[in-house]
């Protein structure tokens, strides 16, 4: 395999996590009766720019479909976090009824509702149908679409340049990287923005976040590679904000290289400081991380096999693709985790893709009573312990293993 970015032939592991299926490919009753597609789950790293890279193995196509079943608007952490983030930006680059922004990845209208009730013009980027149906009913026009350079040319045509344009927790899923930044460069204004939030390798590596590596990701991102990659493509990376969201994000402040008038923040020597000396430009950073993985895995089997020795039902919370990659790599069926508790209805009634463990709705933890709820969306920790206040009345313990074993 070559990287994604600069091409250099790849040899370097950072973990190899046995094979899965698609983390989102969520089955119905029909399904159970059928195979699944699995494919090999290893990640490598690029010694020569840093990328750090999914194997090559599924296409977006494949995983993106029609029935993609993300939709970021159960989660109330990401909403606020999204409303936020519409007020900063508004504040600090002057957006009116005059200015336009672009949201790439817009998923159910999450972000662009907010920039909508602002009275500023937007329209939304997103392939899949089912969430750009769900952005659509909320009024939001929606380009269904994969973004790139031929899709910037094509909404630079009819609409014109952009002052703000969005990219959260989508740069780490597209195949052809350079491709998709490029597209920013060509539909900027000579003072227009781009964001790009994208969880932080840093921090991947230093908590060991392997659940969060999946086949829909298929780059996990440091500054050191990022700065790289932008620059490539004609952007210049101005301001850097490190985010609590998601076990640690970036986000990461992008101009035009030719006409960008912001200045460079000290934040970005800052953070390329910081991760040269956590060697995330030296193979020495990424060695022990399969070592660290295993441990994890093994703590959370003993912990579910424990459990049921002992006769104490558990349940999950949260059919998310991170809980798909741990309960996947640990070998993990309904003979140990019966069921899934989610609140999103496009869900509910289907299976995990690989345990086959059914998904359901809460009122499953009412009357079961378990005494213990795996927290599989570890990164939503707090907000799932909230919702779920009542099971303290029978003195059940909330549980994740990411980065290690934590009972509460």
Known sequence: MHCRHCQAALSLPLVDLGSAPPSNAYLTAD???????????????????????????????????????????????????????????????????????VEVAANDGYLLQFVQRRGIPCTGVEPTASTAAAARARGIP????????????????????????????????????????????????????????????????????????????????????GERIFRSCGLQVFDVVELPTHGGSLRVFTQRLDTGAHPLA???????????RASLDSPAGYAGFQAKTDLIKDSFLEFLLSARRQGRKVAAYGAAAKGNTLLNYAGVRRDLVPYVVDRNPAKLGKYLPGSRIPIVAEGRIRDERPAAILVLPWNLRS??????????????????????LRVS
């Open 266 to 276: 000290a934040s970005v020597t800052r953070l390329l400081d910081l991760e040269h």
């Open 383 to 404: 907000e799932v312990m909230d919702q779920l206040a009542y099971a303290r009345e029978w003195g059940s313990r909330f549980v994740t293993f990411v980065p290690e």
């Open 142 to 225: 929606i380009v269904q679409d994969f973004f790139g350079e031929r899709l910037a040319e094509q909404l630079l045509a009819e609409d014109g340049p952009v002052d703000l344009m969005v990219a959260n927790n989508v740069l780490a899923h597209v195949p052809d990287i350079n491709d998709f930044v490029r597209g920013f460069r060509r539909l900027l204004k000579p003072r227009g923005v781009a964001t790009f939030e994208f969880p932080h390798l840093l921090r991947l590596i230093s908590d060991t976040q392997f659940d969060t590596i999946y086949h829909e990701h298929f780059s996990y991102l440091s500054l050191t590679a």
């Open 31 to 101: 399904d159970l009766q059928k195979a699944e597609l699995w494919y090999p789950l290893r990640v490598l790293v690029c010694e020569h720019c840093w990328l750090v890279q999914t194997a090559d193995f599924a296409r977006a196509d494949q995983l993106f479909d029609a029935d993609y079943a993300y939709f970021s608007s159960y989660s109330t952490t990401w909403l606020t976090h999204a409303e936020r983030y519409v007020d900063a930006m508004v504040e600090r680059f002057g957006l009116s009824a005059a200015s336009r922004v």
